[in-house]
């Protein structure tokens, strides 16, 4: 059987830098959050000859990546999974020897989505509504996924950001919300565990694995649920 390899894509400011950084890239890591978190991603690269320390490396800027994999399943099979696209908030050089990471987050770059806080009110529009138009004021597009999509009579967005008053109107009706690629996607998790499995990965699949039981320090000393009046459906929960 041939070597399983694994290697990634990068898109930098819409330069593919693959090739310029493979010799260098000593660490990639990415996190797929499920919902109220940014994914993110990291890159560490050997900077021994000061080749990435510049200043054309910017707060703001644009990073796509993706993540290949060659002879995973068998020999001759290909796999990709595209991580999305990333704004770079935190480069940083350090040493010794010299280093110099990358850290991008998915939130989109424009500050009047994650940091400006506005105040207005809504009236008879339903979370699809209001999603759509914070979307469009963001140059994202909106996936809306479930069925439930509930019209809220009167809701207040008082010195919120976009981004702050949007995870609060989902939480608060038991949908999820995630940035992903330039998208934002509300989806109910209710929904999508109700779907059939696209995998089932066993124990002869992992590298490794641990697992613990705690009877304290848990994290865990209670637990909160809302239902609709209307519908008697769970909405919400933590």
């Not at 660490?27 to 940014?38: E, P």
């Not at 105040?119 to 996936?143: G, Y």
């Not at 999509?149 to 919120?160: G, M």
Request: glycine fraction near 6%; aromatic fraction near 8%.
């Amino acid at each position: 059987m041939l070597a399983r390899r694994a290697s990634i894509q990068l898109i930098y400011a819409g330069k593919d830098i693959t090739k310029d950084i493979s010799k260098d890239l000593e660490s990639f890591s990415f996190t797929d959050n499920i919902s109220g978190v940014a994914d993110d991603v990291s890159i560490t690269l050997d900077d021994r000859e000061k080749k990435y320390i510049k200043d054309e490396t910017q707060l703001g800027d644009k990073i796509q990546a993706k993540i290949k994999t060659t002879n995973w399943r068998g020999d001759g099979d290909s796999q990709s999974l595209n991580c999305g696209s990333f704004v770079i908030d935190a480069p940083n050089s350090s040493g010794n020897p010299r280093r110099f990471s990358l850290n991008g987050v998915s939130i989109p770059s424009d500050t009047n989505f994650k940091d400006t806080p506005k105040d207005r009110i809504w009236k008879e529009a339903s979370i699809k509504k209001i999603a759509q138009t914070i979307a469009d004021n963001s140059n994202v597009s909106l996936v809306f996924e479930s069925k439930h999509n509930p019209v809220i009579q009167t809701v207040e967005q008082s010195k919120q950001s976009d981004m702050e008053f949007i995870q609060e109107i989902c939480k608060k009706n038991g949908l999820m919300l995630k940035i992903y690629n330039h998208k934002l996607i509300i989806f109910s998790e209710k929904e999508y565990e109700s779907k059939n499995s696209i995998i089932t990965i066993t124990e002869e699949m992992l590298t490794g694995w641990s697992l613990d039981t705690k009877l304290s320090n848990s994290g865990y000393d209670g637990c909160k649920i809302k239902y609709s009046k209307i519908t008697g459906e769970l909405i919400a929960y933590e």
